[in-house]
């Protein structure tokens, strides 16, 4: 997700109190460390570059590369409020550092994803999750509970590494949760307070929740993410209602909204990479390009390979910005 304007607004009212507030405390563990500790030198070393980084905020030189005097990535500073140079200017060596990083991430993410082609009793889930680079901000997930099945589709703000992380800490927050079987607007204001106690203050994910029985009937609630759409006896529609995103307020509640799906009938979600895909004339895919893929009739895999492929004729050679999930659920 783009949160462009967001991290813009943080970061002129906190986000550099906060880092000099951190740079502040890593020195007082230094300090604290240095009187205990033998390692000595390396100690010193680290000082001197936490005192480094506290006189570059009195210079005003704090988040300036120092190479190409360009400007160090936000988000970097958050992982790591010591860093000098901004992406581009890394040395060999240090990239490559990063790509293990990234690629490890990576790793782990894949590993945090439910199985594809799930069947629960009548339902048939299948899902498409591509990362628009190494590692995604996107979250999708199957939990099976007796014989019910929750399922969740989220996008997280920001991008990378950062974006990731809190994929995975929403990842471990629910399979604490789901397994509690309290009732969804719950779940989901809990979800909400344990996102706001445990992340940074400029990030938050938007999220759809939902659990489905072997009746067809569904229950769903949406923290600010996009629509999911319904389709019922051949009809497309998108049902509407929706909260604030997670970890943005701490006391937010949630609605819970039912539907009941017949034979035939499938719930489709997706993240804004699906619909914010842009072509070469500049133009977006919008709702009315999703619509269009799922007005053919498809079974759930054939329909997920049909969207991909409608979202891949329309973009054309244009390049892709953002992560793109969809997840369908068709009831049979
Ligand atoms: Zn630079």
Redesign the pocket.
């Known amino acids: 997700m783009e949160s462009a304007q967001m991290t813009t607004a943080t970061a002129a009212i906190g986000v550099d109190s906060m880092l000099r507030d951190q740079l502040l405390d890593r020195r007082q563990r230094l300090e604290s460390a240095r009187t205990h500790d033998h390692a000595q030198d390396d100690l010193s070393r680290l000082l001197g570059e936490v005192d480094a980084a506290l006189s570059r905020f009195e210079s005003g030189g704090f988040g300036v590369?120092v190479?190409?005097r360009?400007t160090v990535e936000t988000e970097r500073l958050l992982n790591d409020p010591m860093a000098m140079?901004?992406l581009?200017?890394l040395t060999e060596a240090q990239r490559a550092s990063l790509e293990d990083d990234l690629q490890l991430a990576a790793d782990i993410q894949r590993g945090l994803l439910p199985r594809s082609g799930i069947a629960c009793d009548k339902w048939h889930v299948d899902f498409a999750y591509h990362p628009a680079s190494i590692v995604s901000g996107d979250y999708v997930d199957i939990i099976e509970r007796g014989d019910e099945f929750y399922f969740i589709l989220g996008d997280v703000s920001g991008k990378g590494m950062a974006a990731s992380l809190l994929m995975s800490n929403l990842h471990a927050v629910f399979h604490s949760l789901v397994p509690t079987g309290m009732p969804l607007d719950d779940l989901m204001a809990r979800a909400n307070h344990l996102l706001c106690e445990s992340s940074l203050a400029n990030q938050y994910a938007t999220l759809v929740l939902g659990k489905a029985n072997r009746v067809g009937e569904v229950e769903i609630t949406n923290a600010g993410h996009l629509a999911p759409v319904l389709i019922k006896n051949g009809m497309i529609g998108e049902l509407n209602h929706s909260g604030l995103p997670l970890g943005m307020f701490c006391s937010t509640e949630f609605e819970v909204n039912k539907v009941n799906l017949d034979a035939g009938d499938s719930l489709v979600l997706f993240t804004d990479g699906v619909t914010e895909t842009v072509n070469a004339d500049g133009s977006e895919y919008g709702s009315c390009g999703l619509f269009d893929a799922l007005g053919s009739d498809h079974e759930t895999t054939g329909r997920i390979r049909h969207c991909l492929s409608h979202i891949d004729g329309f973009r054309g050679t244009a390049p892709r910005h953002d992560d793109l999930t969809i997840l369908s659920l068709a009831y049979n």
Do not use: H, L, P, R
């Open positions: 590369c190479d190409c360009g140079v901004c581009s200017c």
